[in-house]
């Protein structure tokens, strides 16, 4: 149930959208500081992180699991590629699906930028306890089902 009638408008100041932008800016800025002495940009990143625990896995399926789309995975891809990070193949068995392989280089880079990146999601995880991390992360997957519930009524 909603605190304001149909029609109403909210005060800015109790807007949690902003809250939560502010909060993924941030980290999103911190992570492409760290993230940038291995040449790397925060998608990239993301997509060479899920690469190294996931090898062969397709585009698409890395698109979905980076939360990007399938245009935009192949663009982070084919940088990738140019730069010799990661290598495609055929499937063997589908051959309009290309395997996507971390290269030694790739691998390295990860690791460079893993090695940065994990100092900011520590830094996230001391400021909670064990609990306030757990309801915390409950209390974002309602933000996300509020905001389904929210978009199906656009």
Not at 7 to 35: F, N, T
Not at 132 to 146: F, I, M, V, W
């Amino acid at each position: 149930m909603s605190l304001y009638p149909p029609g109403m408008g909210m005060p800015a100041g109790e807007r949690l959208g902003m809250d939560i932008k502010r909060a993924e800016q941030s980290l999103m800025a911190a992570k492409q500081l760290a993230v940038r002495a291995a040449g790397l940009t925060v998608p990239q990143y993301a997509a060479l992180l899920v690469l190294a625990d996931n090898p062969g896995i397709s585009g698409a399926a890395l698109a979905r699991t980076c939360l990007v789309t399938p245009q935009a995975m192949t663009v982070v891809l084919k940088n990738l590629e140019e730069r010799g990070l990661v290598e495609r193949s055929p499937h063997p068995w589908h051959r309009n699906v290309l395997e996507t392989r971390l290269t030694e280089s790739g691998r390295a880079a990860v690791a460079v930028a893993d090695e940065r990146a994990v100092v900011i999601e520590r830094a996230i995880a001391d400021e909670f306890t064990e609990g306030e991390r757990a309801t915390l992360r409950e209390l974002l997957a309602r933000c996300e089902q509020a905001i389904g519930r929210g978009t199906a009524q656009l």
